[in-house]
């Protein structure tokens, strides 16, 4: 057995459970920021607001590909509503880069025309609630996406790990003004914005990677290894597997013995299936076909 959750079903509701947790926590973060922000005019905290306020906002079509996972196949979509998480992955894509050219033009502004700060006590432990607060979200998503091989819900919780860094950032430039640099905080927005546009990459390589029906490393030769490990299988032959939201999908070529009876090579291909099913982490189903030799 793996440690990956039995169902669908089971996957799809923690993943929703821990899309809303997370977004709650990310409101409440940015909320607090937005206000310091409101009396200090912090370019920095600013920024880093901003970046936790699109995050937030990308929860909501990770929420709705969720749901939409749900629906049954139809004669349109045979295979299901599965891969509308990849679809969201792309609209999650969009809305950072969105943050990152905002982020990058206040920052400009700033450093051309710098801006009396205030409140910087506040601003400092803005910074620090937003570093604790995404990094709290962080785990709980890293560690449920993992669980339930979501990879967009591992890059949202790497993604709320990167916005708790740039929080960092902010505490970093408030020090700065105190030490008497008072660029250091527009310039630390930049450092921010430079910050979403590494993020936006890596997402973007595993987001992409999926809607090319790219699976991870070791994962065809797990299959080979599994199947072939069946009593009955010979061979195996072509092996293909691709996600489907957060859960795989695959077909197997096997080779049996020709003189097996078509019901040996039905039950032959059966436990393929169910050794597959079980020894293959996130494995929803897989199409054995069986050929004689």
Do not use: K
């Amino acid at each position: 057995m793996t440690d990956s959750i039995e169902t669908a079903e089971e996957a799809r509701e923690a993943g929703i459970r821990a899309a809303w947790i997370g977004l709650a926590g990310m409101m409440a973060t940015a909320g607090l920021q937005l206000a310091i922000v409101a009396i200090s005019g912090s370019i920095s905290l600013f920024a880093d607001t901003i970046h936790n306020l699109g995050h937030a906002v990308t929860t909501i079509p990770l929420l709705i590909a969720f749901r939409l996972g749900r629906r049954p196949p139809t004669r349109r979509y045979p295979y299901g509503f599965r891969r509308a998480e990849d679809v969201a992955g792309v609209l999650i894509a969009v809305v950072v880069a969105a943050s990152a050219v905002w982020i990058i033009v206040e920052a400009v502004t700033a450093l051309i025309e710098p801006r009396q700060l205030t409140n910087l006590g506040w601003v400092f432990a803005a910074g620090l609630i937003g570093a604790a607060g995404n990094e709290l979200v962080a785990i709980y998503r890293i560690r449920v996406g993992r669980r339930i091989g979501s990879a967009a819900l591992i890059a949202e919780g790497n993604h709320a790990r990167a916005d708790g860094l740039t929080s960092l950032v902010v505490v970093a430039a408030v020090i700065g003004v105190w030490l008497g640099f008072p660029r250091a905080d527009a310039a630390a927005g930049l450092l921010v914005a430079v910050a979403v546009v590494w993020i936006l990459v890596n997402s973007c390589r595993t987001i992409f990677r999926r809607l090319m029906d790219g699976v991870d490393d070791g994962t065809v030769e797990r299959i080979e290894s599994v199947a072939g490990g069946v009593d009955g299988v010979r061979d195996v032959g072509r092996v293909r597997a691709r996600w489907a939201g957060h859960r795989l999908e695959g077909d197997i070529t096997i080779t049996v013995d020709a003189a097996a009876t078509v019901a040996d090579g039905h039950l032959i291909a059966r436990r393929v299936n169910e050794e597959l099913r079980h020894g293959v982490r996130h494995l929803d189903h897989v199409v054995v076909h069986v050929h004689p030799n």
